[in-house]
């Protein structure tokens, strides 16, 4: 349910929450109605938008993404927990971003609900952009992957295993996320993805990434 807030002093309800089905702690939670709440009075902010695993139909999320909009100055705001990934973008910065084919601000209007928005912001983006963005670029995908695997080397040599085990995840879901878009298909959230690549044959690569995130989660 998005929030639609004009009027100076008026609060969002926490009905303003409810696209966020799957929640990484309750700090997590609290944190984010404490935005969307300040969100009402504080006049920089256009539109404070959830995406990721969290908001899709999945059984286990580990973190929220959260895309914040401002406008003139950023916002003063206090540090999210650390399962929070918080990005923000000057309102000018997004239509240039999506144009350039961004990754991150792409997904979040194909697939992420506003918990917030200020004149229908968000969704004045998502109507002109929504049909028309570019599929993530495969060949970016792999540098990626690339330069992962030569951290994930380096934090096994040194014997530091969690580290080691968040660069695999993060490694296979650059490659599933390149496979997926050699093949036409725009890459849903992790927890999503091998899902997908078994419906394009990349069976052993979908195994893969099934694995480390289950290594990941204990």
């Known amino acids: 349910m998005t929030q639609h807030l004009r009027t100076e002093g008026a609060r969002p309800s926490s009905g303003a929450l409810e696209a966020v089905r799957s929640w990484p702690s309750e700090a997590a939670r609290a944190w984010t109605l404490d935005v969307v709440e300040h969100a009402a009075t504080d006049e920089t902010i256009e539109a404070l938008v959830a995406s990721g695993s969290a908001v899709r139909e999945v059984a286990i999320s580990d973190d929220l993404d959260l895309v914040l909009v401002y406008r003139r100055d950023r916002p003063q705001l206090p540090r999210p927990p650390i399962d929070v990934d918080l990005r923000e973008y000057d309102e000018d910065d997004v239509p240039r971003k999506l144009a350039a084919g961004h990754d991150y601000?792409?997904?979040?209007?194909?697939?992420?609900?506003?918990?917030?928005?200020?004149?229908?912001?968000?969704?004045?983006?998502?109507?002109?952009?929504?049909?028309?963005?570019?599929?993530?670029?495969?060949?970016?995908?792999r540098k990626r992957a690339h330069k992962t695997k030569h951290q994930y080397e380096a934090m096994l040599a040194v014997g530091d295993g969690d580290a080691a085990t968040e660069l695999r995840v993060s490694m296979l879901t650059h490659l599933a996320r390149a496979a997926l878009s050699d093949c036409g298909k725009f890459p849903q959230s992790r927890p999503e993805l091998a899902g997908q690549l078994r419906t394009i044959g990349e069976r052993e690569l979908a195994d893969r990434l099934d694995e480390a995130l289950a290594q990941r989660r204990g």
């Open 105 to 141: 601000l792409s997904w979040t209007v194909r697939f992420g609900h506003a918990l917030f928005e200020r004149d229908a912001w968000w969704t004045r983006l998502w109507m002109q952009w929504n049909g028309r963005l570019a599929l993530p670029s495969s060949s970016e995908a």
